[in-house]
């Protein structure tokens, strides 16, 4: 039964909301401007503000819902810990849209809400500050999926919280590589500016 939540979890993650939403809003496919990921920011680039909202409460409610579930009904640290990577893992690598998603910090921070809303903060204002002092969006991302579990560890909440960081993180630090390099303009939206 155990293997049922994270394969719930992927399945959940893969529903590429900001994709289905920008198409029928807009006839776009989100990924063929700006970033090119299927996120809430690019969401709003395209079809606006109020739709990008909506993208992220979605996406953050595909992590939490999956997470809360096998807290509920299994309680095994390993199956919750599962869960939760494999929801950010169907996000970033969506099965319903050809494996090209988006980049995962909703729906981490929707798994990790599920289990501890003290570590959601707590790794909320961690990103924010990475951000505000690496001022690479993506780079940030990346310390930040590795020093989530740590961090969680200082502040000495070492249960499920810990490993769903653990699953979590490693996935975001993974998937933020890919723009590593990348050249951001303007901080939060990452747009060109006009010269």
């Known amino acids: 039964m155990g293997i049922l939540f994270p394969l719930l979890g992927y399945i959940l993650g893969s529903l590429p909301f900001s994709i289905w939403i920008t198409r029928y809003v807009k006839k776009v496919d989100v990924r063929d401007s700006g970033s090119g990921h299927a996120t809430t920011t690019n969401t709003i680039r395209q079809a606006g503000f109020g739709w990008g909202v909506l993208v992220l409460i979605l996406d953050i ?82 310390v930040a999926g590795i020093l989530f579990a740590p961090v969680l560890w200082l502040f000495n909440i070492r249960d499920v919280a810990f490993w769903v960081a653990v699953g979590a993180g490693a996935v975001i630090a993974v998937r933020f590589l890919i723009d590593w390099n990348r050249k951001y303009r303007e901080l939060w939206l990452d747009r060109e500016k006009k010269c």
């Open 61 to 142: 409610a595909k992590g939490f819902l999956p997470t809360y579930l096998a807290i509920r009904f299994s309680g095994e640290v390993w199956v919750v810990a599962w869960t939760a990577a494999a929801a950010v893992i169907g996000h970033c690598w969506p099965l319903f849209a050809q494996f090209r998603g988006g980049m995962g910090l909703a729906t981490a921070g929707g798994s990790i809400l599920a289990v501890n809303s003290l570590a959601f903060l707590i790794c909320l204002i961690l990103l924010i500050l990475l951000v505000l002092v690496i001022r690479h969006s993506a780079r940030a991302s990346v």
